[in-house]
């Protein structure tokens, strides 16, 4: 029996002249056209690993390529269109792949890229969908340890800020509001690092950098900013979360601790109007 959107292993045959007939062991057959063997020497009686899929007049058709992801897989993989009934990726095929809009959990736009995983429908086409939170791994009790450092692609938001990502190419995660300063969209590769491991293996990540590290680099900021407005910023340890955040990308508590290192150098000083350089 050949399965949609995998690997089987079928025999050639037949030769004809637009590609060969490959059977499996019940004697079933399919297509594998002269424009899905280039590279390979083909001989009747050979077994070969094909690729099943279904062309545009919805035929089985079988290929050597390999596809960019197969049924129960994710890819990152680039919008080709987008119309008013669903979206085609590229996946490496003559076909691209449909995502339909009930399969999309945000707006996605031609020309970027995403996450997706591949099922097949209940007309056994092959889709794919923004939802792969059931495609992912569970990380196992010693993959990862807390502060190591990890590539993360982000596939949904949440209301309140949370945004779930697929760690490493494999593994859940998330990173919750207050582990990021920046808005970041589905689709965005980043470089994190883990702060937490969940009893469930979900890994909890951070794009915040270690605490001294994250000082630093506030710390040239806001000097940066001094000396880039004559010495004075409308910014102390008063000033609302909000400002600050806009302004600085932190936090208002690391704020105030590195105003707090920069007036025990006698750097800065600050009044009630902001914070001026020494």
């Known amino acids: 029996m050949m399965i949609v959107g995998e690997y089987n292993q079928l025999k050639v045959s037949k030769k004809v002249e637009f590609g060969y007939y490959l059977e499996d062991d019940f004697g079933d057959e399919v297509l594998l056209p002269n424009s899905a063997t280039k590279g390979h020497e083909i001989k009747v009686g050979d077994r070969l690993e094909v690729f099943i ?10 290929t050597l390529k390999k596809p960019l992801l197969t049924v129960g897989k994710i890819g990152y993989l680039e919008v080709v269109t987008q119309n008013n009934i669903g979206a085609f990726v590229n996946i490496g095929l ?63 938001t949440c209301e309140n800020g949370t945004l779930n990502v697929m760690v490493d190419g494999k593994y859940r995660g998330l990173i919750l509001a207050n582990e990021h300063f920046e808005y970041i969209h589905p689709g965005e590769e980043i470089q994190a690092r883990v702060k937490i491991i969940y009893e469930d293996g979900t890994l909890g990540i951070t794009t915040r950098k270690k605490r001294l590290d994250e000082r630093e680099i506030l710390t040239d900021k806001i000097l940066k900013y001094l000396k880039e407005n004559g010495g004075f910023m409308p910014f102390n340890d008063k000033s609302s979360s909000e400002d600050i955040k806009k302004e600085f990308n932190t936090s208002k508590n690391y704020f105030k601790m590195t105003l707090g290192g920069l007036m025990k150098q006698k750097i800065i000083t600050q009044d009630k109007e902001g914070t001026r350089i020494l």
């Open 94 to 156: 003559e076909r691209d792949l449909f995502i339909p809009l009930r399969e999309q959990s945000f707006n996605i736009k031609e020309g970027k890229k995403y996450l997706f995983g591949m099922y097949v429908d209940k007309t056994d086409r092959l889709a794919g969908t923004t939802r792969i939170d059931s495609y992912m791994e569970i990380a196992e009790e010693g993959t990862y340890k807390s502060s190591d450092e990890i590539s993360a692609i982000v596939y949904d």
């Open 53 to 62: 899929y279904r062309d545009s007049k919805d035929r089985l058709i079988s």
